[in-house]
């Protein structure tokens, strides 16, 4: 059977938020969700809403879709074999429950290095390891940029040393979008033999990760960004977990074994139906890999597409979001680089290796309030602020509040709707 990739329209045409009347500029916040995924947490909720491992048939088939959709997300970031994928309520609890265990492994001295390029989620935490007798160094920013560096004044090395545990950075910043080199700071935090903890949040939404390529220890995403349940996902490389020095034990109840991994990470439980919502994400990133009929978008309410779902899939339906987002972002650009009085904040380069569609702003004279204000009337969610990048803002010399104009867009945004935005907003940036 041949299948016919899916036109914008008929991808959009899955997501029911899309028809409310907004147009959605504001996806770093979070995305819309497919209404496959949202039938499959209601099928499972109105089905098999039942406590785990009782041994009943209702009991057996949520076992069977929790136990699913941590191997799904494994195969997500391309972990199978190498580590597991914990679940739990954010990725900003996932930090800290990683930070948390990491605390008694820490002796006096011993160097935890944070980027100020960082959401707070994968600072915060790391930071608070100071009462454990922990030094904290910053991996810094080109104050002008924003942008990070491994070598040089600024660089990542200059900041490491042979003490250095932990080296806590973002993939991609939700404030200025541009892509950092995670294999090249994770061989540089192994050099010294360090951890690498990755916030692959602004990066999950835009691009198949892939943990066995990049060598990164722990890697952190937000799956409500990435078109699923709200809830956050961390993977763990068991090297990290079982590493022959500081061995990590998760936080579960003491009569969990340490080595019952990803449970011994996970307070209580994941979200079930949460967990039937992720199964389903693998039906549709099949229909935007060309793989799967949109017409036959039934709820997939046995989880089936999670176990068929294959890393060509995953990389595939990336590839295809890529190239929907690819147009849409060198269009944000450069309708804002006709504005003289416009400062981008993060890279100008329209390169999908360079960036993602989350694009910051600062008008020389306008209050960032003004201008999101107008997108508002126009009928288009965008906003401003620090985006809890609060540090990034300072270095930058970025007042917090109100911070920067952001607009974010993903796979299912269009060059139309960026027209629309800045139709209204060419006034008003004038
Ligand atoms: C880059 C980045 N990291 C971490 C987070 C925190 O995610 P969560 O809301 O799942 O805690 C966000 C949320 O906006 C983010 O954009």
């Known amino acids: 059977m041949t299948i016919t990739p899916p036109t914008i329209d008929a991808i959009r045409s899955l997501y029911p938020g899309l028809a409310a009347g907004t147009v959605l500029l504001e996806n770093a916040g979070g995305s819309q ?37 941590h191997r799904f997300m ?6 199978e074999g190498i580590g597991r994928t914990v679940l739990g309520a954010s990725s900003t609890a996932l930090t800290h429950v990683l930070a948390n265990a990491v605390a008694p492994t820490i002796a006096a001295g011993d ?31 080109d104050p002008a940029t924003g942008s990070l560096s491994l070598d040089g004044a600024n660089g990542l ?4 040393s042979e003490r250095t545990r932990i080296v806590a950075f973002p993939h991609v910043s939700n404030l200025l979008g541009e892509i ?7 061989r540089l935090a192994h050099e010294v033999g360090a951890k690498a903890v990755v916030d692959g949040v602004a990066f999950a ?20 960004k990435v078109y699923g349940p709200h809830m956050g996902a961390m993977f763990l490389r068991t090297d990290m977990v079982d590493d022959d020095r500081h061995p990590l034990e998760g936080p579960n109840h003491f009569f969990i074994a340490r080595d019952e991994v990803p449970y011994k990470f996970e307070l209580g439980g994941a979200s079930h139906e949460g967990c039937a919502g992720l199964c389903a994400l693998a ?32 990389e595939k339906s990336f590839e295809a979001m890529t190239d929907l987002e690819a147009p849409v972002q060198a269009r944000l650009l450069e309708r804002l680089a006709t504005h003289s009085k416009v400062r981008l904040v993060g890279p100008s380069s329209a390169a999908v290796a360079d960036r ?20 508002h009337a126009a009928g288009v969610g965008i906003r401003h602020g620090h985006m809890y990048a609060h540090r990034l803002c300072t270095a930058m010399g970025i007042e917090p509040d109100p911070g920067v104009v952001r607009v974010s867009a993903v796979h299912y945004n269009t060059v139309a709707e960026v027209d629309h935005l800045m139709d209204a907003l060419d006034p008003v940036l004038a």
Request: charged share 20%; hydrophobic share 45%.
């Open 283 to 314: 039906r549709l990133l099949a229909i935007l890999a060309g793989e799967d009929e949109i017409e036959a978008a039934a709820p997939c309410t046995t989880g089936a597409h999670a176990e068929t779902c294959g890393r060509p899939t995953i």
């Open 74 to 79: 494994d195969r997500f970031v391309n972990g």
């Open 356 to 375: 993602v569609a989350t694009v910051s702003f600062l008008h020389e004279s306008k209050d960032p309030r003004e201008i999101v204000a107008a997108a």
């Open 33 to 69: 969700v497919p209404l496959l995924v949202a039938d499959a947490i209601r099928d499972h909720m109105l089905a098999d809403y039942v406590q785990l491992g009782a041994g009943y048939p209702a009991s057996d088939r949520a076992t069977a879709t929790v136990e699913r959709a």
């Open 180 to 186: 950092v080199d995670v294999a090249g700071a994770t």
């Open 157 to 160: 090395k200059s900041a490491l």
């Open 111 to 141: 160097e935890i290095v944070v980027c100020e390029q960082g959401h707070e989620a994968n600072i915060g935490c790391w930071v608070a390891l100071e009462r454990m007798g922990a030094r904290v160094r910053w991996w810094s920013v």
């Open 205 to 224: 939404p835009h691009r198949a990760i892939d943990v066995a390529a990049w060598h990164c220890d722990a890697y952190v995403w937000s799956t409500y």
